[in-house]
T-cell receptor, first 113, second 112 residues
Framework: KNQVEQSPQSLIILEGKNCTLQ??????????LRWYKQDTGRGPVSLTI?????NTKSNGRYTATLDADTKQSSLHITASQLSDSASYIC????????????FGKGTKLSVKP | AAGVIQSPRHLIKEKRETATLKCYPI?????VYWYQQGPGQDPQFLIS???????DKGSIPDRFSAQQFSDYHSELNMSSLELGDSALYFC???????????FGDGTRLSIL
């Protein structure tokens, strides 16, 4: 069964600290993996998109890694800011017209001053 | 940069009423997707359109219908509304199938 599992479910860190969010998937076939940031009541905003051949991709303070062999991805946030407080959703695409997107349940990150 | 526009942002309806949600994709995006996100849930895919034709169908109830118009905007029509239809309804657009999707801010539908 195609699944995307994220950990931890929630995380509280102090402003300025780094953190790493995990995503494990069992989606086949695999097209790409995306990390989205979703503020409460807002639409998900794309942070990174990685294909099978990409190991790492950065977007400012966000760095995503992908290990296609172990089917694991991580999102590392450096020097966290209060505005980083949001849900971070890992989405895996199996290809196709809808992209066959499989959404993880997200990690709720709270950055405290 | 232009984003996906959804209207209305908030909508309150009573049971058995009808509702129409609208989505205006990013210019030159020909693919539109609709998602339903219940409280604390991940988005559930409802339906998608590519070049004004339905391209894929997910867990969309028979009470709902949708279409994409010649200007590429899309409307989700919902009838015989039920309490369980209360959710955030997101629209996303992409420049083609299996291209990265850009999400709107959603329409929050509340059924009383």
């Amino acid at each position: 069964k195609n699944q995307v599992e994220q950990s931890p479910q929630s995380l509280i860190i102090l402003e300025g600290k780094n953190c790493t969010l995990q995503c494990n998937y069992t989606v086949s076939p695999f097209s790409n993996l995306r990390w989205y940031k979703q503020d409460t009541g807002r639409g998900p905003v794309s942070l990174t998109i990685m294909t099978f051949s990409e190991n790492t991709k950065s977007n400012g303070r966000y760095t995503a890694t992908l290990d296609a062999d172990t089917k694991q991805s991580s999102l590392h946030i450096t020097a966290s800011q209060l505005s980083d407080s949001a849900s971070y959703i890992c989405v895996v695409s199996g290809g196709g017209s809808q992209g066959n997107l499989i959404f993880g349940k997200g990690t709720k990150l709270s950055v405290k001053p | 940069a232009a984003g996906v526009i959804q209207s209305p942002r908030h909508l309150i309806k009573e049971k058995r009423e009808t509702a129409t949600l609208k989505c205006y994709p990013i210019p030159r995006h020909d693919t539109v997707y609709w998602y339903q996100q219940g409280p604390g849930q991940d988005p559930q895919f409802l339906i998608s359109f590519y070049e004004k034709m339905q391209s894929d169908k997910g867990s969309i109830p028979d009470r709902f219908s949708a279409q994409q118009f010649s200007d590429y905007h899309s409307e989700l029509n919902m009838s015989s509304l039920e309490l369980g239809d209360s959710a955030l309804y997101f629209c996303a657009s992409s420049p083609g199938p299996d291209q990265p999707q850009h999400f709107g801010d959603g329409t929050r539908l509340s059924i009383l």
